[in-house]
């Protein structure tokens, strides 16, 4: 994995010669001073992509209750600060943050590579608002660019991050305006998500809008904005529309998993949470995100408490429900999501329940099943919504939208687990053998390396989360 590094630093060689062509002879025409945005934007996207895809599988997931670890699972008993097969996401926003802000900065020195400068900011939007939802106070605002910021920036606000003249909200709406601004016929390349389509890098935007409006809609009022995205209604709608990239079945484009051992890939089972909303549900996506385990007469599915402790519980594999054929050999089928047409829907739904903005809740929470289904190449059962899945059957309408919005949500980063932060949606179990007191985290710790390379702010990032606690929860769940 790559080092953790704040800023991309530029190091002067200052040299004094002797020789006359000194400088001249010794440069390599073959070696670029320089990296093309479009060679940035397209390594952004996928590393950022595949690296997240991976940490959704072997920790978010975890998190979240989707599946569980068998063993090397300090982290599935919410030993945070101990990852193992995954479980440090820090240095995967960071190191893609500040290679997005080489293309921002390009953008806005050459004319000729203006084009990106809307995208640029829409993805500096997007990383953005996933570190801070898993770690609160971070250093932003002046942590990616070592000419213009500090080797060892500030922790800044969550509130700020989001709210701020350059924060997450912000930049979405000048990445927009960069969009609509740009007139030049030079054309985005490297955009493995729209193909150089920049009105669906809008759509992406306003979908993303309605994402973080809704979620810091407990701390500020976000009727108005949300009413007017909903209404102008250019935001993704369709599958057609997302913002994925999909995997292949063969290096170097795979999903991680299909990659790797199969021991590595046979260490996560289905969980005990996940067996029972879906068997509860009637959900045929059980066969789509699992397999009937070995030992099973009856091609039976079954799931794992999480967080058992391995080292005293003895279990076998064969017991246990394994991921489906789509994580290991079929990954063709599977995409790195951003952001997609059902979560979309089911943001809209839940603004409606809440009355941000005039229209049917029901319907949108309907049509965000029907596209997650469709999103997840299953078909949709003709009663489904007519039975457990009904808009009205949970413990309540929200419960129904998140519980859907989370069982989608597989593989996408950490996001079944911030949404549970959010909503208390869907009621996950007690670990079996909890290392954080019984409680589900309410944030990610810190890494060790931010403690090595920037202590003096990070003392302060410390002390304000009671030691870098795991249960102090963000600004938006206060």
Not at 140 to 164: C, H, K, M, R
Not at 211 to 222: A, E, H, T
Request: glycine content about 6%; overall charge negative; some cysteine.
């Amino acid at each position: 994995m790559k080092k953790i590094i704040y800023i991309f630093a530029i190091l002067a060689f200052i040299t004094t010669s002797c020789t006359k062509d000194f400088e001249e002879i010794n440069t390599n025409p073959n070696a670029p001073v320089a990296v093309q945005p479009s060679l940035l934007l397209r390594q952004v996207i996928y590393d950022f992509g595949e690296q997240m895809s991976y940490e959704g599988f072997v920790a978010g997931d975890l998190l979240a209750q989707h599946r569980t670890a068998l063993d090397f699972n300090l982290f599935d008993r919410h030993d945070l600060k101990s990852p193992q097969l995954g479980g440090n996401p820090w240095s995967i926003f960071y190191v893609n943050l500040r290679d997005n802000e080489i293309i921002l900065n390009q953008s806005r020195e050459t004319a000729a590579y203006a084009v990106y400068e809307g995208p640029a900011l829409i993805l500096k939007a997007y990383m953005a608002a996933g570190l801070t939802d898993l770690f609160g106070d971070v250093p932003y605002f002046d942590a990616f660019n070592g000419v213009d910021g500090s080797v060892t920036p500030q922790y800044d606000l969550q509130e700020d991050i989001y709210q701020n003249e350059n924060g997450i909200l912000d930049n979405l709406d000048k990445g927009i305006a960069a969009i609509n601004a740009y007139t030049s016929s030079i054309a985005l390349e490297g955009d493995i998500l729209f193909n150089g389509d920049l009105q669906s890098w809008i759509q992406f935007a306003n979908s993303l809008k309605i994402k973080y409006l809704i979620r810091i809609s407990d701390k500020v009022d976000v009727s108005a904005e949300l009413q007017t995205l909903f209404n102008n209604g250019n935001y993704i709608s369709t599958n057609t529309e997302n913002a994925v990239f999909d995997f292949t079945n063969s290096e170097p484009n795979s999903f991680r998993l299909a990659q790797l051992r199969v021991g590595d890939f046979n260490n996560f089972v289905m969980s005990e949470t996940m067996k029972e909303i879906l068997f509860d549900l009637n959900d045929n996506r059980m066969s789509t995100f699992f397999r009937t385990f070995a030992n099973s007469t009856a091609n039976e599915f079954n799931g794992l408490i999480n967080g058992i402790n391995s080292s005293t519980t003895s279990i076998a594999i064969a017991d246990y429900s394994l991921a489906g054929t789509i994580f290991r050999e079929d990954t063709s089928t599977l995409d790195a999501n951003f952001m997609t047409a059902w979560e979309t829907s089911f943001l809209l739904a839940e603004a409606a329940l809440k009355g941000y903005i005039s229209t049917d809740a029901e319907t949108l929470y309907n049509l965000g099943v029907a596209q997650a289904f469709e999103y997840w190449n299953t078909d949709l059962p003709t009663n489904y919504l007519n039975g457990n899945a009904n808009y009205n059957a949970g413990t309540s309408p929200l419960s129904q939208i998140i519980t859907q919005k989370w069982i989608a949500a597989v593989i996408n980063g950490y996001e079944g687990w911030v949404e549970y932060r959010r909503t208390g949606f869907p009621a996950l179990k007690d670990v079996a053998a909890s290392l954080n007191n019984g409680l589900i985290p309410a944030r990610m710790p810190y890494p060790a390396e931010a403690a090595t390379l920037n202590q003096e702010n990070y003392s302060v990032a410390e002390a304000a989360t009671n030691g870098n606690s795991l249960d102090v929860k963000v600004w938006w769940n206060e």
